[in-house]
């Protein structure tokens, strides 16, 4: 039978649609995964996902990846995906490791909560993910999606994204 971490191991392969180096799981996004054999002996894999905004487009692609992905072990014959909003995503949920590969993206990961900064300071700018410099500064707080925001490092003279934290 299919095993809770063989099913958790196959949604580190779904990339988020919009930062293809990062996954559903190093976002966080993965809350719940249910792995169940039916009295037919058919694996039923429920897999809960909390997104990183409710009208995010991208949610029916996640959809479509998941149970692809899923459908592909041996085992397993339905998949169940539920975006779930309890508990609500929160960007101290991203992963160590989704922080580095969204920084080797071209993205400044968000601040941890455990930094104890606003939500979204105007003030203080990330660091820039190409050179590390902390000389830069927001350019317009609306990035290519409603996550992100856009930075222009005054070290290395590149314009970054920056990912809001929530």
């Not at 009208?55 to 169940?80: F, H, K, Q, T």
Request: with cysteine.
């Amino acid at each position: 039978m299919v095993s809770e971490a063989a099913v958790w191991a196959a949604l580190a392969d779904v990339k988020d649609p919009e930062i293809p180096p990062v996954s559903i799981v190093d976002m966080g996004m993965v809350h719940r995964v249910l792995v169940q054999r039916g009295d037919t002996g058919i694996v039923r894999v429920r897999v809960e996902i909390v997104p990183t905004f409710v009208g995010c487009p991208a949610l029916g692609i996640i959809r479509r990846d998941v149970v692809s992905r899923l459908r592909a072990l041996d085992g397993v014959g339905e998949v169940e995906v539920d975006f779930v909003l309890d508990p609500s995503w929160s960007s101290d949920r991203i992963t160590p490791e989704g922080r580095e590969r969204l920084r080797s993206f071209g993205i400044a990961p968000p601040p941890c909560a455990s930094e104890a900064r606003p939500l979204i300071s105007l003030a203080e700018a990330p660091a820039c993910p190409y050179c590390g410099s902390l000389d830069t500064h927001l350019e317009n707080l609306f990035g290519p999606t409603a996550c992100r925001s856009i930075y222009y490092c005054d070290g290395c003279h590149q314009p970054f994204e920056g990912m809001k934290a929530i």
